[in-house]
């Protein structure tokens, strides 16, 4: 017997029972992103390396550690791609999206790969859907994608969310705080872990997210940007959380939250839920990013998004979406099975879901067959060509023309 082949590690197979609750959060969430006016993108599964090492940041985990990179046929870099946003703000310079009416407002669906430790809602392949504004750079912005998130939290009915925001300020300011932020960790450098002590003069803003204890304990106790925001950028933290509070979101201001990502600048948030495990608590996250489409070569586009985990938010919600259930199934004798598969190609026209037998059953078979898959009536082709209706959940039966069925099956 040949050896039997598993998905590789840190992947997962979407079976049938999985995608009707998938279908409905896409459903939700899209028709959420159409009232709001945002329109679909799309961009390829891999990306030329420096797109990341430029966007994201050369000095970020996801950069150094995270990617699957490779090298093509014509020995150029490619990585299949970590994150949305540096894609959709290449695609935006790269088609001239500053010529359209500004902001551009855009969402996406799809997978992304981090070479990550898999355990539950963590993975190397993962979905999510997530939403970019480009091209503005008014809080109303910040305000509007984290309203929209949370409305389809709450559409979903996600389970112990809670939102916690930052400001991480503009460059200027930042680079302040950042002189300020390493005199601490140099300071105090002998009490932090040794992943920290190796990489916060490169990144020191990462050290808020060790899960030492002692380094915790160290950075407890160090100063917060938020803390040290601009009159300009302190005024625009001031509107989005006005905005939020007038629009009944609750938030908690976390000057510990900076973001695993170099491009995010001003307003920063995480979206967590507490019935997941701490390693996957977060089920959604995003900010603004002022100077990632300038830093990719195209005009000072400013802009603000997110993106939320598909399978943190099914595993928060841990109960399933029942499949959709047939609107008939035909029911026929052997004599009669071609008129039955063209009946089915009639009623599937005028947009009803129909079945019939594909397996060989008998007649009483076939009756089975249509109460085990929960159809809700059963048109059963008799040997002399007549027809009966049958509901499937009262279980009574009349005679019924074929020419009526579909007209009869769409009454509620």
């Not at 996801?62 to 959709?88: C, W, Y």
């Not at 491009?263 to 995480?270: D, G, I, K, L, S």
Request: contains cysteine; hydrophobic residues 40%; charged residues 25%.
């Amino acid at each position: 017997m040949s050896e039997r082949f598993q998905a590789p590690r840190g992947t997962f197979d979407i079976l049938p029972a999985d995608d009707p609750g998938r279908q409905h959060l896409h459903a939700v969430a899209a028709q959420l992103f159409a009232a709001a006016g945002y329109a679909r993108i799309e961009t390829p599964m891999f990306e030329d390396t420096e797109l990341f090492t430029r966007g994201v940041g050369a000095g970020t985990d996801v950069v150094n550690k995270e990617m699957f990179t490779f090298t093509d046929q014509g020995d150029r870099s490619l990585t299949l791609r970590p994150e949305g946003t540096a894609a959709i703000c290449r695609a935006y310079v790269e088609h001239g999206m500053q010529t359209l009416p500004q902001p551009v407002r855009l969402w996406h669906s799809g997978p992304y790969f981090r070479h990550e430790r898999p355990q539950a809602g963590r993975f190397r392949q993962f979905n999510q859907l997530g939403v970019e504004v480009i091209g503005s750079d008014s809080p109303l912005v910040d305000a509007d994608v984290i309203v929209l998130l949370d409305q389809i939290y709450r559409e979903l009915g996600v389970p112990g969310v809670h939102l916690r925001l930052s400001s991480l300020g503009s460059p200027d300011s930042r680079a302040e705080y950042r002189e300020e932020l390493l005199a601490f960790l140099r300071e105090h450098r002998a009490e932090l872990s040794d992943d920290v002590q190796e990489r916060f003069e490169q990144n020191p803003l990462r050290a808020f997210d060790s899960k030492d204890p002692a380094t915790q304990a160290v950075m407890a106790e160090a100063p917060r940007m938020v803390d040290r925001l601009s009159a300009a950028d302190e005024q625009h933290f001031a509107e989005v959380r006005r905005l939020l509070d007038v629009s009944g979101v609750d938030y908690e201001v976390d000057g510990t939250l900076v973001r695993g990502l170099d491009y995010y600048t001003r307003t920063v948030f995480e979206f967590e839920t507490d019935v997941l495990e701490a390693h996957s608590r977060t089920i959604g996250a995003g900010g603004r990013y002022d100077g990632l489409v300038e830093a990719l070569g195209g005009p000072a586009s400013p802009g603000c998004g997110w993106a939320a985990g598909i399978e943190r938010i099914l595993l928060a919600l841990d109960e399933p979406v029942p499949p959709a259930k047939a609107d008939a199934f035909v029911v026929a004798p052997d004599a009669f099975r071609e008129r039955a598969f063209a009946l089915v190609r009639e009623l599937r026209g005028a947009g009803l879901r129909a079945e019939l037998d594909l397996g060989g059953r008998s007649v009483k078979g076939q009756m089975k067959q249509a109460d085990r898959i929960g159809a809700r009536a059963a048109i059963v082709l008799d040997d002399d060509g007549a027809a009966q209706l049958r509901d499937m959940s009262s279980g009574e039966q009349r005679p019924i023309e074929l020419a009526n069925v579909a007209d009869e099956l769409m009454v509620p």
